[in-house]
């Protein structure tokens, strides 16, 4: 699967949160000896974004934690503005980069 | 958490009690293409890729039999645990190399209110610990059967 660069920080992102957490996972029971492994393929995903959009994303991320939101039947999740419906359907198909006009974050369409 | 509330985050429509997979690979495709197939999730490739990062991880086969594939992404809306069961058992790379026969698939929100997340994955391992509870899971037929067993009824 060829990703855009949408799914690509929504990727990145993922990763973020599933390296913060993993020392909690661990205390639950589970294995965690592909640490190193895993901030390789951290970096190597980071690579593959473009450096203006990596680095919106980082600087979202240490202002505001999360830097990509889902947007649930319009609404931004980050802040709970409305967005355009207009907006909504090219945000689904074309998955272009939209921003909350509000909060700022990146948002990605969940239905 | 108690098992009756874990029971609320499964689902009649998330539940195979005959898995078509024969790998490792196949079986993480086929609860997930479930999951998305249930509307859960719009993107299924995002899903699996997420998974495939988790694996990378540490492989999330945890021995005795069970597997417990799990994550957080901002592609899911809702926390939501799919079930499949493997009569032959499929090679997992789990840490005492068993075959894993039951499969716990976990999919959370990036953002999760009620900070669930991590109590469902606890309780989930803390009952599937339970040499009864394995053994009963691994007879079941129905959705109906399954969920009494979770409840602890
Ligand atoms: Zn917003």
């Not at chain 1, 993922?14 to 957490?21: R, S």
């Not at chain 1, 995903?45 to 680095?55: G, N, R, S, T, V």
């Not at chain 1, 503005?81 to 689904?92: C, V």
């Not at chain 2, 989930?124 to 009824?153: A, M």
Request: aromatic share 8%.
């Amino acid at each position: 699967m060829s990703k855009n660069e949408l799914e690509k920080l929504v990727s990145l992102q993922d990763l973020d949160l599933m390296i913060g957490e993993a020392k909690e996972v661990e205390k639950l029971g589970f294995n965690m000896n592909g640490y190193d492994e895993l901030i390789k393929a951290r970096e190597k995903l980071a690579q593959d974004i473009p450096k203006p959009l990596l680095a919106r994303y980082e600087r979202l991320r240490a202002k505001l934690k999360r830097a990509v939101v889902p947007v649930k039947d319009d609404i931004c999740l980050g802040c709970f503005l409305r967005q355009p419906t207009s907006r909504g359907s090219r945000g689904r198909e074309e998955s272009l980069i939209f921003t909350c006009e509000s909060c700022g974050r990146i948002l990605y369409w969940l239905d | 958490m108690e098992t009756h509330e874990l029971a609320l985050y499964f689902d009649e429509n998330l539940f195979i009690s005959d898995m078509k997979a024969r790998n490792k690979e196949e079986s993480l495709q086929e609860l997930s293409e479930l999951i998305a197939s249930q509307r859960y999730i719009r993107n299924p490739g995002l899903i699996l890729d997420m998974l495939h990062q988790r694996e990378t991880l540490g492989s999330t086969g945890i021995g005795k039999g069970v597997a417990i594939p799990h994550g957080r992404t901002v592609a899911a809306s809702d926390v939501v645990i799919a079930f499949g069961k493997s009569e032959k058992g499929i090679d997992y790379n789990s840490i005492d190399n068993k075959p894993a026969q039951l499969f716990f698939m976990v999919i959370a929100p990036f953002h999760d209110e009620k900070n669930i997340y991590l109590p469902i994955l606890g309780s989930l391992v803390t009952f599937l610990n339970q040499k009864k509870n394995r053994e009963r899971i691994s007879q079941v037929t129905s959705f109906d059967e399954f969920i009494s067993i979770i409840r602890g009824e």
